[in-house]
T-cell receptor, first 112, second 113 residues
Framework: QQQVKQSPQSLIVQKGGISIINCAYE??????FPWYQQFPGKGPALLIA?????SEKKEGRFTISFNKSAKQFSLHIMDSQPGDSATYFC???????????FGKGTSLLVTP | NAGVTQTPKFQVLKTGQSMTLQCAQD?????MYWYRQDPGMGLRLIYY???????DKGEVPNGYNVSRLNKREFSLRLESAAPSQTSVYFC????????????FGQGTRLTVV
């Protein structure tokens, strides 16, 4: 069963707007939460990641918000640009484990 | 910098045929993985290898076998391909004990007819 649930499945945002993608998990042993970005025909690439000892991490226009008690985390893309149009995957893993559990992905389209 | 290299990039198989997908990484990573990506399903783990000489099943291992040939190479074999195995396959690697960033290859698009 899907250990990480991601929503929405698709998202359309105007240029300059804020894109928000949400994920939820059940396994409290997860302690590494990355977001991956994938362009058509390419493999996923790490965008930003967070560990549960912090509630927010920001890198440029990308921010992860983490709510440990709710077992939820989200990706915010500020000032969204057409070049951000891609599929975004949230994921989670156990620190001493070896594999990422991925959400089903969100297809983001940023319109000019 | 090559990173993770997968071959082939595209393949068409007939039902019942066998093939091996090759993966090599040049980052001296201990952990390597095979995922499959299907529309609306995200990436699902097929097999992984925490270190040279070890392999473990992931979420969807049925119909596949793997070999960790050495630290650099991790291959995925389909012994008798089925249409349900039509997918995009990604190999990935990560550092010690699977911590930190996982680097993905460009993928192999496999069609089984």
């Amino acid at each position: 069963q899907q250990q990480v649930k991601q929503s929405p499945q698709s998202l359309i945002v105007q240029k300059g707007g804020i894109s928000i993608i949400n994920c939820a998990y059940e396994n409290t042993a997860f302690d590494y939460f990355p977001w991956y970005q994938q362009f058509p025909g390419k493999g996923p690439a790490l965008l930003i990641a967070i560990r549960p000892d912090v509630s927010e991490k920001k890198e440029g226009r990308f921010t992860i918000s983490f709510n440990k008690s709710a077992k939820q985390f989200s990706l915010h893309i500020m000032d969204s640009q057409p070049g951000d149009s891609a599929t975004y995957f949230c994921a989670a893993s156990v620190n001493s484990g070896y594999a990422l559990n991925f959400g089903k992905g969100t297809s983001l389209l940023v319109t000019p | 910098n090559a990173g993770v290299t997968q071959t082939p990039k595209f393949q068409v198989l007939k039902t019942g045929q066998s093939m091996t997908l090759q993966c090599a990484q040049d980052m001296n990573h201990n952990s390597m993985y095979w995922y499959r990506q299907d529309p609306g399903m995200g990436l699902r783990l097929i097999y992984y290898s925490a270190s040279e000489g070890t392999t473990d099943k992931g979420e969807v291992p049925n119909g596949y076998n793997v070999s960790r040939l050495n630290k650099r190479e991790f291959s995925l074999r389909l012994e008798s391909a089925a249409p349900s195995q039509t997918s995009v396959y990604f190999c990935a690697s990560s550092g010690d004990r699977g911590l930190g960033e996982a680097f993905f290859g460009q993928g192999t698009r496999l069609t089984v007819v």
